[in-house]
């Protein structure tokens, strides 16, 4: 038997080290050929989805540990409205009119393309106009927020918890706003397949939110105070993210008036109004179940959904390999590469339901013992709720997979039709399943409806278009002066 010398084992251990190490730089790859470019869109894919894990973990586990702390100091009422204002301010991030969409195309296109022009007047016209957005949004809840019965909306009880409504109302309004023009830095690295950058800093964002909560917590701050040291830490780390990316890594692409182009600004206002009426549908479809059961069920009712869509939710890992491919499969589309498509959404569907499956069967089986332990015994999950949360998280990779193709070009308009369905049909069924059913009764009606109305119709679109575009040969054409993709 040979036995390597020391030097030796060392060495190969530093090869094997150099190797992974790789795949976290550029220009491992010949972009100029089709192998090459296929390998890079992997990789890149490869680290963004690495960084997402580290996010998800921190992000986890500051989850793990802000829930009890915020459920034992404010109580399941303060806690539960929370979630309630938490759903309906979030609908203001439909403000962006999908202009936020709308660049993450623009900037995988020009990426694709070479085309370095485009990508400067897509960013500045798209911060510009958000911008301005975020100005009417912060004067339309200063003017709004005083005079509507949050009290009676919310069906809030006790007269501490009224008090608290509005301030903190306006706490996420502000921090919505604000995130609106800095959320521009998150489509151009992502556009770009250089999601890992916005994942460290996502990263970074959950350690300072739950820093924050700590300390809002320990110097006994109220539920406004709470909600913006929580709301408050995403802000900051994007504005520092923002920063970095405009005066350190792409100075070149920072948004100026200069750069603003009217051409430029009506595309991304037009495809922006597609995905805003998508994102509308996806709130609709997905995210009206806060309301609906704090309205129905009440805000304690709401606590004991929201904790149980936390535990799926910080649990999936389907997410960390299918959001990479959005910018991936707009950057083949440009470059023709529709081979490489479809191969990738199938592998993608195999891997991701296999996952999927594998963390949801557990949490099925173990979901009560362990919301009790998280809440410290305060809310015990009904196992009806944990079923129908395994069942929805399996439809949403289907979904979730062919969206991320279906988002490009003129698919992005034809899949409009169906969802739209989908939707209005699962909207619908919550009203009617909330009270027989409870808490799981909004997440099977949001099976029922995308299942019954969404599955079919996007396999069909997918495969006619991907059929249609061999037959063509090639699914767009190049931007006229763009420069050459390889030279």
Same mark, same amino acid.
């Given at each position: 038997?040979?036995?390597?010398? /020391?030097?030796?084992?060392?060495?190969?251990?530093?090869?094997?080290?150099?190797?992974?190490?790789?795949l976290?730089?550029? %220009?491992?790859?010949?972009?100029?050929?089709?192998?090459?470019?296929s390998?890079?869109?992997?990789?890149?894919?490869?680290?963004?989805?690495?960084?997402?894990?580290?996010?998800?973990?921190?992000?986890?586990?500051?989850?793990?540990?802000?829930?009890?702390?915020?459920?034992?100091?404010?109580?399941?009422?303060?806690?539960?409205?929370?979630?309630?204002?938490?759903?309906?301010?979030?609908?203001?991030?439909l403000?962006?009119?999908?202009?936020?969409?709308?660049?993450?195309?623009?900037?995988?296109?020009?990426?694709?393309?070479?085309?370095?022009?485009?990508?400067?007047?897509?960013?500045?016209?798209?911060?510009?106009?958000?911008?301005?957005?975020?100005?009417?949004?912060?004067?339309?809840?200063?003017?709004?927020?005083?005079?509507?019965?949050?009290?009676?909306?919310?069906?809030?009880?006790?007269a501490?918890a009224?008090?608290?409504?509005?301030?903190?109302?306006?706490?996420?309004?502000?921090?919505?706003?604000?995130?609106?023009?800095?959320?521009?830095?998150?489509?151009?690295?992502?556009?770009?397949?250089?999601?890992?950058?916005?994942?460290?800093?996502?990263?970074?964002?959950?350690?300072?939110?739950?820093?924050?909560?700590?300390?809002?917590?320990?110097?006994?701050?109220?539920?406004p105070?709470?909600?913006?040291?929580?709301?408050?830490?995403?802000?900051?780390?994007?504005?520092?993210?923002?920063?970095?990316?405009?005066?350190?890594?792409?100075?070149?692409?920072?948004?100026?008036?200069?750069?603003?182009?009217?051409?430029?600004?009506?595309?991304?206002?037009?495809?922006?109004?597609?995905?805003?009426?998508?994102?509308?549908?996806?709130?609709?479809?997905?995210?009206?179940?806060?309301?609906?059961?704090?309205?129905?069920q009440?805000?304690?009712?709401?606590?004991?959904?929201?904790?149980?869509?936390?535990?799926?939710?910080?649990?999936?890992?389907?997410?960390?390999?299918?959001?990479p491919?959005?910018?991936?499969?707009?950057?083949?589309?440009?470059?023709?590469?529709?081979?490489?498509?479809?191969?990738?959404?199938?592998?993608?569907?195999?891997?991701?339901?296999?996952?999927?499956?594998?963390?949801?069967?557990?949490?099925?089986?173990?979901g009560r013992?362990?919301?009790?332990?998280?809440?410290?015994?305060?809310?015990?999950?009904?196992?009806?709720?944990l079923?129908?949360?395994?069942?929805?998280?399996?439809?949403?990779?289907?979904?979730?997979?062919?969206? +991320?193709?279906?988002?490009?070009?003129?698919?992005?308009?034809?899949q409009? %039709?169906?969802?739209?369905?989908?939707?209005?049909?699962?909207?619908?069924?919550?009203?009617?399943? +909330?009270?027989?059913?409870?808490?799981?009764?909004?997440?099977?009606?949001?099976?029922?409806?995308?299942g019954?109305?969404?599955?079919?119709?996007?396999?069909?679109?997918?495969?006619?278009?991907?059929?249609?575009?061999?037959?063509?040969?090639?699914?767009?054409?190049?931007? /006229?002066?763009?420069?050459p993709?390889?030279?």
């Amino acid at each position: 038997m040979q036995i390597s010398h /020391p030097r030796e084992l060392l060495r190969t251990k530093r090869q094997s080290l150099f190797r992974v190490l790789s795949l976290f730089r550029g %220009g491992q790859n010949d972009i100029c050929t089709e192998q090459g470019r296929s390998a890079e869109r992997y990789r890149r894919a490869a680290v963004t989805a690495a960084s997402s894990v580290l996010a998800r973990v921190l992000s986890s586990a500051a989850g793990v540990v802000s829930v009890p702390l915020a459920i034992t100091y404010l109580g399941t009422e303060r806690y539960g409205l929370w979630m309630a204002i938490s759903s309906v301010v979030a609908m203001l991030g439909l403000a962006d009119m999908g202009m936020g969409n709308g660049l993450l195309n623009a900037i995988s296109t020009a990426d694709g393309k070479s085309d370095e022009k485009s990508a400067i007047e897509s960013v500045s016209s798209a911060f510009l106009m958000l911008t301005a957005v975020a100005a009417a949004i912060l004067v339309i809840a200063l003017v709004v927020n005083p005079v509507l019965p949050w009290q009676t909306i919310f069906k809030v009880r006790t007269a501490l918890a009224a008090g608290e409504v509005r301030p903190t109302v306006l706490v996420l309004a502000v921090c919505v706003a604000l995130n609106l023009p800095l959320g521009i830095v998150d489509k151009v690295q992502i556009g770009f397949q250089e999601g890992f950058r916005n994942n460290l800093w996502q990263s970074a964002s959950a350690l300072l939110g739950l820093g924050s909560i700590i300390a809002a917590i320990h110097f006994r701050g109220g539920l406004p105070l709470l909600v913006a040291a929580i709301a408050g830490a995403p802000t900051l780390a994007r504005a520092a993210n923002w920063i970095v990316q405009f005066t350190i890594t792409r100075p070149w692409l920072r948004p100026s008036l200069r750069s603003f182009d009217r051409r430029r600004a009506a595309q991304l206002t037009k495809t922006g109004s597609i995905f805003f009426i998508l994102n509308l549908l996806m709130i609709i479809g997905y995210s009206s179940d806060g309301i609906i059961i704090a309205h129905y069920q009440g805000p304690s009712a709401l606590a004991t959904y929201a904790v149980v869509q936390k535990l799926f939710f910080s649990t999936a890992v389907s997410e960390f390999l299918i959001a990479p491919l959005w910018p991936a499969f707009g950057e083949a589309i440009a470059r023709d590469d529709y081979g490489w498509i479809r191969r990738t959404i199938r592998r993608s569907l195999i891997l991701n339901f296999a996952l999927t499956a594998l963390i949801g069967i557990p949490l099925v089986i173990y979901g009560r013992q362990l919301v009790a332990w998280w809440t410290v015994s305060k809310i015990l999950a009904p196992v009806s709720l944990l079923v129908s949360f395994a069942v929805l998280r399996m439809l949403m990779v289907y979904q979730g997979t062919l969206s +991320v193709f279906l988002n490009h070009g003129d698919m992005l308009r034809k899949q409009l %039709g169906f969802f739209s369905l989908a939707s209005l049909c699962s909207i619908a069924l919550k009203v009617v399943l +909330v009270k027989p059913l409870g808490e799981a009764g909004v997440v099977w009606a949001t099976v029922a409806g995308f299942g019954l109305l969404y599955v079919w119709p996007a396999a069909r679109l997918t495969a006619g278009y991907l059929a249609g575009a061999q037959r063509q040969g090639g699914l767009v054409t190049h931007v /006229p002066g763009g420069r050459p993709l390889c030279e």
